[in-house]
């Protein structure tokens, strides 16, 4: 695939998801049937729209946040990513009112990446170290 997968995480992370994000970018970049699991969404997140919606949650809840790649692997099909998410709290974010705490989440995410988009993602992370400074880990 000769980095084609690596290119497209890239822009992932530093362009649809650090602030301050831009939404369009996911269309040039994912799948309109793209597939997210995630610690946080227990019925997963379905196509490019609700894919969208998961990602204007974080730009209000966490408006200078930083996702930064600490490792990245691309073999086949597949990339894999380590990445640290930085930010702090100044929006609603998963029904939490803004607390000013500041987050650091580490974790790992698993692209599939099928005719030049992004096709699925699986995301690897502690929820607890997002939840926790937000009130909502129990």
């Not at 379905?46 to 692997?73: N, Q």
């Amino acid at each position: 695939m000769s980095e084609e997968g690596t290119k497209l995480v890239h822009t992932y992370y530093e362009e649809f998801l650090t602030a301050p994000g831009n939404l369009q970018v996911a269309d040039r970049i994912m799948a309109p049937d793209v597939i997210f699991d995630n610690p946080i969404s227990p019925n997963g997140i379905h196509g490019l729209p609700a894919y969208k919606e998961f990602a204007l949650r974080w730009y209000g809840g966490f408006p200078d946040r930083v996702f930064t790649i600490d490792d990245l692997l691309e073999q086949d099909d597949k990339v894999a990513a380590a990445f640290t998410i930085t930010g702090t709290h100044q929006g609603v974010f998963m029904g939490a009112a803004p607390t000013g705490q500041h987050i650091e989440v580490r974790g790992m995410n698993i692209f599939r990446i099928e005719d030049g988009l992004i096709k699925e993602v699986t995301a690897y992370f502690d929820p607890r170290q997002l939840l926790a400074p937000l009130g909502l880990a129990g």
